[in-house]
């Protein structure tokens, strides 16, 4: 049964969400969900159209006309600075974080800070987005993060001094690197965050049958295959949105789960030492661009 479906869930009215990645798939059915139940949802979409459109329907489909659209890539840390003071010039909380934008590549690039753009996007862009946000988060708590990671983190370990993968660079490999960054960054904030009332945990969704991939053939492929036992976008949505709301889940903080169930992530991502080490270079890597504010 999905979250929405269900007799009467907590109503979200007067709480504030932002979902990144909301123009499609799970981003996008996760932003649907929470504003059918009454938030205020922000959508951050890198593309004005397809987000436009993202937010058109979830006003159609839910009746909440609190559904804004902010526009920026994660993988430019100036337009992540940019949309974080956009956020802030809009709202003065934020109770859900979503930080769901997530892509593979087809071939490595540099993105405009000179940074590879899976590590860049899905992991930098996420770091430095949550971290711009932290101060309302925390004056909104009890305030909820979600990370939607993936189980492919697991593939293996982070190169520190190749964060870049500039020796090695394969479309899954940095892609499941970017997803171990996400994954390490949960557990790290979350025990920075202790005692301040918001929660942060990562999620890895199942295989979901999104537009996840695309212009990767041998993703296509793989999805194209696997289509019939993949979760949907519409159950996928719901158990992010669990994540983000259920009661009994209060207070549950540095925590993966594989769907809505707590699971072990790999030894690597467990690390302590490992997970400061990455918070510290992922500093570095965003201090670069800092013309102003905090990073
Ligand atoms: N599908 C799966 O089986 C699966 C499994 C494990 C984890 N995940 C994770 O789930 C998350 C959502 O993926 P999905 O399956 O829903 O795929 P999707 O349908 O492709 O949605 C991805 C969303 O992220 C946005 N996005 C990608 N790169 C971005 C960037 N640089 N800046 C801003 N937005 C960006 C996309 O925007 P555009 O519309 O502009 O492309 C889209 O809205 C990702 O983090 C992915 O790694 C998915």
């Not at 937010?55 to 839910?62: F, G, K, L, N, S």
């Not at 000179?114 to 590590?119: A, K, V, Y």
């Not at 949960?186 to 301040?196: D, I, K, P, T």
């Not at 992530?265 to 270079?281: C, G, I, P």
Request: net charge neutral; charged share 25%.
């Amino acid at each position: 049964m999905t979250e929405d479906s269900q007799a009467s869930p907590q109503s979200l009215d007067g709480r504030v969400a932002l979902v990144t990645g909301a123009s499609s798939g799970i981003g996008y059915e996760a932003a649907r969900q929470l504003a059918a139940r009454g938030a205020t949802v922000v959508l951050l979409c890198r593309d004005a159209g397809r987000g436009e459109a993202a937010r058109a329907r979830i006003i159609e489909q839910t009746s909440n006309d609190r559904v804004e659209l902010l526009l920026a890539d994660m993988g430019s840390q100036a337009q992540v600075r940019r949309v974080a003071a956009e956020f802030r010039e809009r709202h003065v909380q934020l109770h859900i974080l979503v930080n769901n934008a997530g892509a593979i590549q087809r071939r490595r690039e540099l993105t405009e800070d000179g940074l590879e753009r899976t590590f860049a996007a899905n992991h930098l862009g996420t770091f430095l987005l949550t971290r711009q946000l932290l101060d309302l988060m925390q004056a909104s708590a009890p305030a909820r993060i979600i990370n939607v990671a993936s189980s492919s983190h697991a593939r293996g370990p982070l190169d520190f001094a190749d964060l870049d993968s500039s020796e090695d660079w394969a479309g899954m490999r940095a892609y499941g690197r970017s997803k171990l960054g996400n994954v390490m960054f949960s557990y790290e904030l979350a025990r920075r965050l202790e005692g301040s009332g918001v929660t942060v945990n990562a999620i890895h969704p199942g295989l979901v049958a999104t537009r996840f991939g695309r212009g990767v053939r041998w993703v296509r492929f793989g999805i194209a295959v696997a289509r019939w036992f993949m979760v949907s976008p519409e159950d996928s949505g719901a158990d992010v949105v669990h994540l983000a709301t259920a009661s009994e889940l209060q207070g549950v903080t540095g925590t993966y789960f594989v769907r809505r169930e707590p699971r072990p992530s790999s030894e690597f991502s467990r690390d302590v030492d490992l997970q400061q080490r990455l918070w510290t270079a992922s500093e570095v890597l965003v201090a670069r661009s800092a013309a102003t504010g905090q990073v």
